[in-house]
Every structure is written in C-alpha cells, then in structure tokens.
T-cell receptor, first 112, second 115 residues
Framework: AQSVTQLDSHVSVSEGTPVLLRCNYS??????LFWYVQHPNKGLQLLLK??????LVKGINGFEAEFKKSETSFHLTKPSAHMSDAAEYFCVVSEGTDKLIFGTGTRLQVFP | EAQVTQNPRYLITVTGKKLTVTCSQN?????MSWYRQDPGLGLRQIYY???????DKGDVPEGYKVSRKEKRNFPLILESPSPNQTSLYFCASSPPWAVNQETQYFGPGTRLLVL
C-alpha cells in the first residue's frame, strides 16, 4: 500500500535562508510524486511533480525536489525563502491508480 | 479561464439538515473527486468519479453521497450532517488518462460547520 510521511508539521525559517521540507513515501511500484502548496484561505496549487523522468524536478517559485529511490524520499527545497512562501505544503503520492494520497502537511513560517 | 468552482464557500448548518455542496468544472475533465481536509490529517478522498454515471468510494465515504449526471458537475450531498463532518472540503478534476500523472485542479474549498 502506498503512503506518504511528512516528517515535520512545522518549519520556521528566516527570509533569505534555505528551505527544506521533508517527505518520505512508501510504494510497491514506481510512484508519481507531487508537492502542492496551500496559501491561507486558498485552494491547492501544484508546485511540481515527478513522473519517472528526471529525478531532480523544478517547480514554480524557485522550488525543486529530488526523487531518491534508495532513500524513498522526495524532499522539497528552495535556496532562499521569501515571505510569500509562508503556506502549508503537501507531499502527495500516486501509484498508477485514480487516487492521490496526501501527507499531513507541513506549515512553513518565514520570519523577516 | 479554466477553473473548478464550488458553492457555497462557507456554510453553517445544524445536525440532520440535508445539504448539497456543488462542484463544477469547465475543462471537460472526465475525472472528478471530493476531499475533506482536517488539521493534522491532510486531505482524504471521500468519493471520486471516472465519468458520467460512474462513481466510487474513496477513503472516507461514510455519511456522504455523490452523483454525476453530467460531466461538468459533481455535487456532494450530506443527507444528515453530523458535527464530525465539520471540515474544509475540496473538489478536484483532471483528464482521464493516467490521473496520477496529470495535474488535478482544485476548487477554492468549502468550509462547513455543523452545529
């Protein structure tokens, strides 16, 4: 069965410093992996997705994630945080089915 | 503009009073889905539909019904709402092929409070 674990429920960084949001997945087959972002009182927006092409995936707003099969990880990173990055981030896995499995979310706070 | 719309956006109701949350998409997508979002639990799928007249249960279907009489609409029905259905609900849609590899487009959410 597929599952996804977001290792941190909250992450706080200062503006201009790197961001790391951690995600580990469990999957029997080759998964597809996504990161979605949810800004306060907004819907979900796709940041990036991995679908068995390049293992380093670049997304919008300067975010990227690296698929590491040996570590079953798909961590989200950004070199320099901006105040507008403050939001909740969801790691999502799908295994060739109709269903997306969401992690429990990581709330990112960015301090000036 | 390609979008998924939900109505109402906010709703306060009382236990047992039937309600319907509408969802509509203008992208001619075959696949539509409902999720609920609760603190610390992420998003959990309630029901999904692969096409008109084809619906199936997700992970948390109890207390909900859906219908898919036309491609663009996928209403969520709570026949007898209870306080544990207080949540934030999202509708999503996507093309039918390899749903997992295509972007699911999400609606803005409906915040429901059941007293």
């Amino acid at each position: 069965a597929q599952s996804v674990t977001q290792l941190d429920s909250h992450v706080s960084v200062s503006e201009g410093t790197p961001v790391l949001l951690r995600c580990n997945y469990s999957s029997s087959y080759s998964p597809s992996l996504f990161w979605y972002v949810q800004h306060p009182n907004k819907g979900l927006q796709l940041l990036l997705k991995y679908t068995s092409a390049a293992t380093l995936v670049k997304g919008i707003n300067g975010f990227e994630a690296e698929f590491k099969k040996s570590e079953t990880s798909f961590h989200l990173t950004k070199p320099s945080a901006h105040m507008s990055d403050a939001a909740e981030y969801f790691c999502v896995v799908s295994e060739g089915t109709d269903k997306l499995i969401f992690g429990t979310g990581t709330r990112l706070q960015v301090f000036p | 503009e390609a979008q998924v719309t939900q109505n109402p956006r906010y709703l306060i109701t009382v236990t047992g009073k039937k309600l319907t949350v509408t969802c509509s998409q203008n992208m001619n997508h075959e696949y539509m889905s409902w999720y609920r979002q609760d603190p610390g639990l992420g998003l959990r799928q309630i029901y999904y539909s692969m096409n008109v007249e084809v619906t199936d249960k997700g992970d948390v279907p109890e207390g909900y019904k859906v219908s898919r009489k036309e491609k663009r609409n996928f209403p969520l029905i709570l026949e007898s709402p209870s306080p544990n259905q207080t949540s934030l609900y999202f509708c999503a849609s996507s093309p039918p092929w390899a749903v997992n590899q295509e972007t699911q487009y999400f609606g803005p959410g409906t915040r429901l409070l059941v007293l």
